[in-house]
């Protein structure tokens, strides 16, 4: 059972081992060796070559760089991310993007003002303290007071994510170089050029599965880690005795001491090196989503031994042979055992890269939940699974991003260096984040906050110091990578706000829309019509224009607003928020259909039927609830209830009942020309003779409960499910966004040239809702921003 069927059956992984069963527990623990540390584990293959680098190796450094790789794997996989950001998940949801959406609940620190107070009535939305010290209380002032605060945060978590997705195109290329430079350990050795081609060759089929999913990954690859982590703790057992038992000794910090005064400038430098030992160890906060944070402790205490057996075993393997340190991890092998020790590296090396992959879709989707990503394809491997995604779009751009990588350095070292950097600004934010979130969420002192960044960046910032001093020889590629996705991001995000600030001052008066009538010439003709529209409230500017160009529209209007909301997911019973936007005679709704960072809008084809049901349901609870209601001389817009469509069939107003109709087509001609033609005619004569045709229809029908109603409750009924039978038409904004004649250079290089650009080559709005092709009415307009 995957974590994500768990989630489905009622079990949510939210971190508390006491929500789930020792037996559960244990099979998350089990998967989580493909899906969480898959890149942490192949570390090992390419560790010491990279850390190593001083001009006269010996003992000494050989045996300081081993204290080095052990004291990182206990200060941040074990001590910062299993002790602490474990637990600041999100509702079970971990990642840069769960810290962020945390501090966005608790503090007012989105850019775009579309949230309401309905929303912080989501059973997700409530969690942490309700109330409030004077400490987090101040520091929310200054966030919430300060735009320019809340755009360097958005600015730093866009950076974070960037170097996240940069990490998608580095890990494939320096896992599997790595994993296939074991040929060079064996008898026939391959040219540079073969080995290259082998890689390629990998990589390639690596991203064609991708399109497969990552609950394959889970249940089939696990096992291929757990016997990469038992083979090289054996393999490490086997080099300390054989080699060096006194490498035991290297434990203690004083080696560390001796290391950097034997090594000087360049020990220092190597600590970029040591960061690779623990790559991959931010997909043990991502991965939470998936597991609980039980699981991955219980995992991780099998993980960190394997991993330090291993590279003291190399230690004491290379104090020996200071000349195998290029290839240290296969020469430290023995000879009978390199070729099955290869056969699972590269099958390790492809796991650890796919589960890397699949983060880079998540983080994808989740920014553009948040409004800072292009529109794109998002694939369900599992129809029955959340959260197993794929972004064809996105795999193919990775791919070609690292195949010219691995062409173009053809070597570990220096795409090592890109990858660690990347690597260490990524735990810099994160740490960063998590500060805030313990005195703004937590509402902890600022001591305890400033104890938890000023220790952790002291260290960091060491190990980050030394990354930059690489940047000439490869960590730079890191960082153009992270500049790209960057400016890709914040583009978007800076357009969207935009685009949505113009409909913000734009809206049509409610004033006006009471108006509307056939004094004025409009005509209400039969039907449902859905406008979509970014607001959460008013009535969008294209509606005017719509009215204006074709001075008529349906009897029942629903303005329809499809937002995100700073959770991970939105159960369905609270997924529509119903309201009133005119008095009742004029038919004019509104539903704000909310969905969590982490959501993916399913393509049922149901859509219409829940809103009208949603809608029926708010015209019973409005009729009942009277006097709680606000009085008809009063605003109607803003008057919002959450309504489930998620109703028993006895106890429904609106009840769906699907029936098979017979409709009589005419016969076709005969086809002298094509024997298959007449042979399938004559099949489909006698399935359905004298041209009857089967098809099945969705009716919709005033439930049992709707008995004993006011007369106008049920006439609005029958005149909802009336003007569902007549036909339901989408109406959307096709929208061109312009940068004003008086805005400034770069404003107008943003807008005209970037932002319009991207809308160009992403995914359309219709799209992207699912909305037929059919039944859509696109309203052309032109935003000056």
């Given at each position: 059972m995957t974590p994500t069927m768990a989630a489905e059956s009622g079990v949510s992984p939210t971190g508390n081992p006491s929500q789930l069963s020792w037996a559960r527990n244990l099979i998350l623990a089990y998967q989580s060796f493909g899906l969480v540390y898959g890149d942490l584990s192949t570390s090992p293959l390419y560790v010491y070559p990279s850390t190593l680098i001083a001009k006269h190796p010996n003992e000494d450094t050989i045996f300081g760089a081993f204290s080095l790789i052990f004291w990182t794997l206990t200060l941040f996989p074990l001590l910062k991310h299993l002790l602490v950001l474990l637990s600041a998940h999100d509702n079970g949801e971990g990642g840069t993007f769960a810290l962020y959406s945390l501090l966005c609940r608790h503090a007012k620190l989105s850019l775009l003002n579309n949230q309401q107070a309905a929303d912080e009535e989501l059973s997700a939305y409530k969690c942490g303290p309700s109330s409030e010290t004077g400490t987090s209380s101040l520091f929310k002032r200054i966030l919430e007071k300060h735009k320019r605060l809340r755009t360097a945060l958005l600015v730093l978590v866009l950076f974070g994510a960037a170097m996240i997705i940069g990490d998608g195109v580095l890990t494939p290329a320096i896992s599997v170089l790595s994993s296939v430079s074991g040929l060079q350990a064996t008898e026939k050795k391959l040219s540079d050029g073969e080995l290259l081609l082998l890689a390629c060759v990998i990589l390639v089929g690596l991203f064609a599965l991708q399109h497969c999913g990552t609950h394959r990954v889970a249940f089939m690859f696990a096992p291929i880690v757990v016997i990469w982590l038992i083979s090289i703790l054996f393999i490490g057992l086997y080099n300390i005795i054989h080699w060096n038992p006194k490498i035991i000794h290297a434990i203690s910090p004083l080696y560390i001491i001796k290391f950097f005064r034997v090594t000087g400038h360049d020990g220092w430098i190597s600590l970029g090196g040591v960061l690779l030992s623990v790559t991959g160890t931010q997909a043990m906060f991502a991965g939470l989503g998936h597991f609980t944070s039980f699981s991955i402790r219980l995992a991780f205490a099998v993980v960190?031994?394997?991993?330090?057996?291993?590279?003291?075993?190399?230690?004491?393997?290379?104090?020996?042979?200071?000349?195998?340190?290029?290839?240290?991890?296969?020469?430290?092998?023995?000879?009978?055992?390199?070729?099955?020790?290869?056969?699972?590296?590269?099958?390790?090396?492809?796991?650890?890269?796919?589960?890397?992959?699949?983060?880079?879709?998540?983080?994808?989707?989740?920014?553009?939940?948040?409004?800072?990503?292009?529109?794109?394809?998002?694939?369900?491997?599992?129809k029955h699974m959340y959260g197993q995604i794929y972004i064809p779009e996105i795999n193919w751009i990775l791919m070609i991003l690292t195949l010219a990588i691995t062409i173009g350095f053809r070597d570990t070292t220096l795409i090592a260096n890109a990858y660690g950097l990347a690597c260490m600004m990524v735990m810099f934010i994160t740490t960063f984040l998590m500060a805030l979130v313990i005195v703004v969420v937590w509402q902890k002192s600022y001591f305890l906050a400033g104890l938890f960044l000023g220790t952790l960046w002291i260290v960091e910032g060491v190990y980050l110091s030394a990354a930059t001093m690489r940047v000439p020889q490869g960590g730079w590629v890191s960082l153009v990578l992270a500049f790209i996705f960057m400016i890709v991001m914040y583009v978007w995000h800076y357009g969207t706000r935009r685009k949505y600030s113009f409909d913000l001052h734009n809206k049509v008066s409610l004033k006006w829309l009471v108006g509307l009538g056939p004094s004025l010439g409009i005509v209400r003709v039969p039907g449902i019509g859905l406008v979509y529209s970014e607001l959460a409230t008013g009535v969008p500017a294209i509606f005017s224009h719509f009215v204006t160009n074709l001075p008529a529209f349906h009897k029942v209007v629903v303005f329809v607003c499809v937002k995100s909301v700073p959770v991970p997911h939105v159960s369905p019973e609270e997924r529509f928020l119903i309201g009133r936007v005119c008095p009742k005679p004029h038919r004019m709704y509104r539903?704000?259909?909310?969905?969590?960072?982490?959501?993916?809008?399913?393509?049922?084809?149901?859509?219409?039927?829940?809103?009208?049901?949603?809608?029926?349901?708010?015209?019973?609870?409005?009729?009942?609830?009277?006097?709680?209601?606000?009085?008809?001389?009063?605003?109607?817009?803003?008057?919002?209830?959450?309504?489930?469509?998620?109703?028993s069939v006895s106890n429904s107003?609106?009840?769906?009942?699907?029936?098979?109709?017979?409709?009589?087509?005419?016969?076709?001609?005969?086809?002298s020309k094509s024997v298959t033609l007449q042979s399938l005619r004559s099949v489909y004569e006698e399935e359905y003779p004298q041209g009857q045709v089967r098809r099945r229809a969705v009716r919709l029908r005033l439930g049992a409960a709707s008995r004993g109603m006011e007369a106008s409750v049920r006439e609005e009924l029958k005149d909802l499910i009336g003007a569902k039978e007549a036909g339901v038409a989408y109406i959307m904004g096709h929208s061109y966004v312009k940068a004003r004649k008086s805005s400034s250079w770069l404003k107008k290089v943003t807008i005209d040239m970037g932002y319009s650009f991207l809308r160009k080559n992403c995914r359309g709005p219709a799209v992207a809702l699912n909305i037929p092709h059919i039944s859509l009415i696109e309203v052309g307009m032109i935003y000056y921003v």
């Open positions: 960190y031994p394997c991993l330090v057996v291993q590279y003291m075993g190399q230690a004491a393997f290379l104090s020996k042979n200071l000349g195998s340190i290029p290839n240290s991890f296969y020469n430290s092998i023995p000879d009978p055992v390199v070729w099955p020790v290869f056969v699972i590296a590269t099958l390790a090396a492809i796991v650890g890269s796919l589960a890397v992959i699949t983060a880079t879709f998540s983080i994808i989707k989740q920014c553009h939940a948040l409004g800072c990503f292009p529109r794109v394809k998002v694939v369900h491997t599992l539903c704000i259909v909310r969905y969590g960072y982490k959501d993916i809008q399913r393509e049922d084809g149901d859509f219409e039927n829940q809103v009208i049901q949603s809608i029926a349901e708010f015209i019973q609870m409005e009729a009942s609830e009277v006097q709680s209601w606000a009085s008809e001389s009063q605003s109607y817009d803003g008057r919002m209830a959450v309504l489930s469509s998620e109703k107003i609106v009840t769906v009942s699907e029936v098979e109709e017979l409709e009589y087509a005419e016969p076709a001609r005969q086809s």
